[in-house]
């Protein structure tokens, strides 16, 4: 089934760790998104790509890198983890030609 | 830039009454409307999109919404709602000139809530 799959589903990580949030997409979408998902504030956009080889920070990025090495894959790393990073993350990506937009289904995640 | 504001962050309703989810937008440019679903411990599902055209769109589960330009408006719309239709409602935007290629901007949510 075309998609995007994240992984981890959940996690719980001591504070301080270094972690790494996967996102894969089978669609060859070229943009590809980070939101991060907290109660009473919605989405917010951490980074974004809208290529393989680009990256741009969104709206909270303190605290997160991405790379984009190819087209399919988007990882969200966080350098050393810090409780306030406690959120749902959504890994996303569109489709230039119809301007659908694809959510994974989510990591959560704790820290501690 | 684009924003979203959902005005209500919940609305109660009594199953089988009509409802409204009401979402305002400003922006500089050209937008896309989005409303997403958000059931409990799932993720986002889309109900519906306005792109161009026409401005009532039918999305999924019987939902609709009406874009209104002189207003900033998108809200959405259902006769009649059921018990299933207890989630959280996402209101989002895009624009620009690179359609499909821009970050979507989301309101901070609605929790719809049906009493039986």
């Known amino acids: 089934i075309a998609g995007i799959t994240q992984a981890p589903t959940s996690q719980i990580l001591a504070a301080g760790r270094r972690m790494t949030l996967r996102c894969t997409q089978d669609?060859?979408?070229?943009?590809m998104y980070w939101y991060r998902q907290d109660l009473g504030l919605g989405l917010r956009l951490i980074h974004y790509?809208?290529?393989?080889?680009?990256?741009g920070k969104g709206e909270v990025p303190d605290g997160y890198s991405v790379s984009r090495a190819n087209t399919d894959d988007f990882p969200l790393t966080l350098a050393s983890a810090v409780p306030s990073q406690t959120s749902v993350y959504f890994c996303?990506?569109?489709?230039?030609?119809?301007?659908?937009?694809?959510f994974g289904s989510g990591t959560r995640l704790t820290v501690v | 830039a684009q924003s979203v504001t959902q005005l209500d962050s919940q609305v109660p309703v009594f199953e089988e009454a009509p409802v409204e989810l009401r979402c305002n937008y400003s922006?500089?440019?050209?937008?896309?409307l989005f409303w997403y679903v958000q059931y409990p411990n799932q993720g986002l599902q889309l109900l519906l999109k306005?792109?161009?055209?026409?401005?009532l769109v039918k999305g999924i589960n019987g939902f609709e919404a009406e874009f209104n330009k002189s207003q900033t408006s998108f809200h959405l719309r259902k006769p009649s709602v059921h018990i299933s239709d207890t989630a959280e409602y996402f209101c989002?935007?895009?624009?620009?000139?690179?359609?499909?290629?821009?970050?979507?901007?989301f309101g901070t949510g609605t929790r719809l809530t049906i009493i039986p």
């Open positions: 306005y792109l161009s055209g026409s401005t």
């Open positions: 989002a935007v895009t624009g620009g000139a690179n359609f499909g290629n821009e970050k979507l901007t």
């Open positions: 790509s809208n290529t393989a080889g680009t990256t």
């Open positions: 922006s500089s440019v050209s937008v896309y």
């Open positions: 996303a990506s569109s489709d230039s030609g119809t301007g659908s937009y694809t």
């Open positions: 669609m060859r979408h070229n943009a």
